[in-house]
């Protein structure tokens, strides 16, 4: 999966923007290149789009394999549609934030005590800096690093509490508050649904439980998903 993510990334980001202007009219460069590559798309839009990390968390949720859980991923979080929508990827703008502003912060400090400090300002110093410029860019380039790293963490485990709670939401819709928290489920204005009034049961037949695995859309799961789900149940 990881391999897949890596390998995928270049060729979902330039087929994607070809995809994506491949109905644009008006374009004569453009208009020859969708041409030539429609078989490209069509590979793209079949095998490739729906290729992205979410698959890691289908994977937790299903115990379904990569593919299978990527497919299943795909576009599932914004068929949600409303706050949600736009929640999910909200948080790369504060990736970009964090990584520029830890990287800025920490060149700065590092010009100022290379700059300033007897130990790397005096040529007699066995620590003395000759070049206190590169030694600010090498320390910001590590530092920005570092962070994205952080960051890209932060902005996945909010991306995979979005998609848990869509997946909560579709498959058993009532059971939201016991798992969400209170400020979740306001900020994405989660009401619970009216219980249906049901026909008194029969003498002797045992009545249907919900849990949380019911889908009370009736979504037709893969094979591969329901027998997961199975095997969850029989276990639990």
């Given at each position: ?187 994405t204005e989660y009401k ?13 037949a045992p009545q249907e ?5 019911t889908n009370p859309f ?19």
């Amino acid at each position: 999966g990881a391999f897949l993510l890596l390998v995928c990334a270049p060729v979902r980001a330039v087929m994607g923007f070809v995809a994506k202007h491949s109905k644009a009219g008006g374009n004569e460069y453009i208009e020859k290149v969708v041409k030539h590559l429609d078989q490209c798309i069509t590979c793209y839009q079949s095998y490739v789009e729906f290729i992205s990390r979410n698959a890691y968390i289908d994977v937790c949720i299903s115990s379904t394999s990569f593919c299978t859980a990527a497919k299943n991923s795909f576009g599932f979080v914004a068929s949600e549609g409303g706050k949600v929508l736009t929640l999910t990827g909200a948080c790369y703008i504060f990736t970009i934030a964090g990584t520029l502003g830890i990287s800025f912060l920490t060149g700065l400090l590092t010009y100022l005590l290379v700059t300033t400090n007897g130990a790397w300002t005096s040529s007699d110093s066995p620590h003395y800096v000759e070049n206190p410029h590169f030694v600010t860019a090498v320390a910001a380039v590590l530092a920005g690093y570092t962070a994205m790293c952080f960051m890209i963490v932060f902005e996945h485990t909010s991306d995979a509490l979005l998609y848990t709670y869509v997946w909560n939401k579709f498959h058993g819709h009532n059971t939201v508050q016991k798992y969400a928290s209170d400020s979740l489920a306001s900020l994405t204005e989660y009401k619970p649904l009216a219980k249906p009034v049901g026909r008194p049961s029969k003498a002797g037949a045992p009545q249907e439980r919900s849990s949380f695995f019911t889908n009370p859309f009736q979504r037709p799961a893969s094979t591969e998903e329901s027998q997961s789900l199975v095997r969850s149940s029989f276990f639990s």
